[in-house]
T-cell receptor, first 113, second 111 residues
Framework: AQSVTQPDIHITVSEGASLELRCNYS??????LFWYVQSPGQGLQLLLK??????LVQGIKGFEAEFKRSQSSFNLRKPSVHWSDAAEYFC???????????FGTGTRLKVLA | DTAVSQTPKYLVTQMGNDKSIKCEQN?????MYWYKQDSKKFLKIMFS???????INETVPNRFSPKSPDKAHLNLHINSLELGDSAVYFC??????????FGEGSRLTVL
């Protein structure tokens, strides 16, 4: 069965430090890949997505992600974290365009001033 | 103007009651979804409708019944509420397979 793994439940970084959130998926072909962010008490907002083409994708709020087929990974990065980035981050995949998005368990990001 | 709006935002009710959550999207999308987010923040799809037709129906108790009167609305009715139904329920929409647009969620607490 398809699955999405986010190995880090919590990550704490200092403001201004770089960030990498990990995401691995289990699926035979290349799925559609997404990163969403959820601020407390809010719904999820799309940060970026990958369907095909250039494996390094740029998103909103200065985030980027790199698709690595050999590692079945789609890690999210930001060079310099801001205090407002503190939130829950979800990786998601849609396999074969089925509308059946599968979400990872999320990574909670804490930012120290 | 909110793209995906859900009402109510909070529900507190007793076990055994019936409740409904309404969702409306003004994005012109053809697909709408209900997701359940549990206390550990795990998001699981429950239902999806494409142009008013049910296309995804996960293993959800039949106490949960979605209804899509038109492609801009997707409601969720829950009968005989149980403690385990306490969660945040998110409505979302998309145009084809692509970005999901989420509502702000409806927090259901069953006492």
């Amino acid at each position: 069965a398809q699955s999405v793994t986010q190995p880090d439940i919590h990550i704490t970084v200092s403001e201004g430090a770089s960030l990498e959130l990990r995401c691995n998926y289990s699926y035979g072909a290349t799925p559609y890949l997404f990163w969403y962010v959820q601020s407390p008490g809010q719904g999820l907002q799309l940060l970026l997505k990958y369907f095909s083409g250039d494996t390094l994708v740029q998103g909103i709020k200065g985030f980027e992600a790199e698709f690595k087929r050999s590692q079945s990974s789609f890690n999210l990065r930001k060079p310099s974290v801001h205090w407002s980035d503190a939130a829950e981050y979800f990786c998601a995949v849609d396999t074969s365009g089925t509308y059946k998005y599968i979400f990872g368990t999320g990574t909670r990001l804490k930012v120290l001033a | 103007d909110t793209a995906v709006s859900q009402t109510p935002k909070y529900l507190v009710t007793q076990m055994g009651n019936d409740k409904s959550i309404k969702c409306e999207q003004n994005l012109g999308h053809d697909t709408m979804y209900w997701y359940k987010q549990d206390s550990k923040k795990f998001l699981k799809i429950m239902f999806s409708y494409n142009n008013k037709e049910l296309i995804i129906n996960e293993t959800v108790p039949n106490r949960f019944s979605p209804k899509s009167p038109d492609k801009a609305h997707l409601n969720l009715h829950i009968n005989s509420l149980e403690l385990g139904d306490s969660a945040v329920y998110f409505c979302a929409s998309s145009q084809g397979v692509g970005e999901l647009f989420f509502g702000e969620g409806s927090r259901l607490t069953v006492l």
